[in-house]
């Protein structure tokens, strides 16, 4: 049973979350983890780890550290939809963008019509082309192989979708032109100054010579 001045402190964070203040509330979260542990409690509420770690990510940006709270708390208690869709956000504040999705199914699976569920996972699956485009995207066909492609690439080694995108990103990048931009050469022309020397024309005719006679 959890202790009263912790589920106190809870819920003075779960406030200062829904006010938008993810530190004060990370606080709060810290605070019922630590008065737990000076009661010696054998079974700690994952609720709080959950929490700390989201609103941790949520003011300080996603680290290893966020990340491995709501993991061990929504694997310690895995039929908690609320943790999982902590673990999801967590991911997508980190960039782990399948992890996320991946997480979403699992919480779904556990609770089909949990509205944050759906709604966090709604937000994801309109960024993606559904897997048939000649139905409508909320066909149940569509959502049945949505699910099973993104459960394959939770699984698939993460090279494969690397070099995949590493292909798309070279599709998208244009090529360079084969055809050489014209060179032009810059042709230093020496122009020699043309010197024309003329023989100077004589001022005066020359005396004839007379024939002695």
Not at 60 to 67: D, L, N
Not at 69 to 80: I, K, L, N
Not at 84 to 112: E, F, I, M, Q, W
């Amino acid at each position: 049973m959890p202790i009263l001045s912790s589920e106190n402190a809870f819920r003075r964070g779960l406030v200062a979350l829904v006010d938008g203040d993810p530190a004060t509330a990370a606080d709060h979260f810290h605070a019922a983890i630590l008065i737990e542990v000076q009661h010696g409690v054998t079974r700690p509420q994952m609720r709080y780890l959950s929490y700390y770690g989201l609103s941790r990510a949520q003011a300080h940006g996603a680290t290893a550290q966020t990340i491995q709270a709501c993991e061990t708390a929504s694997r310690r208690d895995f039929f908690s939809p609320e943790l999982l869709l902590n673990l999801g956000r967590v991911y997508l504040l980190a960039g782990k963008t399948t992890k996320a999705l991946a997480a979403y199914h699992r919480g779904l699976d556990l609770s089909p019509n949990h509205k944050g569920l759906l709604a966090e996972y709604k937000k994801i699956d309109r960024r993606e082309t559904p897997p048939l485009t000649i139905v409508a995207r909320s066909n149940p066909l569509n959502k049945v192989l949505g699910k099973l492609r993104f459960s394959l690439r939770a699984h698939a080694p993460k090279w494969m979708f690397a070099s995949r995108a590493a292909s798309a990103t070279a599709e998208r990048t244009p090529r360079p032109s084969l055809r050489s931009a014209p060179t032009t050469r810059a042709t230093a022309t020496r122009s020699a100054p043309s010197t024309i020397v003329t023989s100077p024309k004589p001022s005066g005719s020359l005396p004839s010579r007379r024939a002695s006679g």
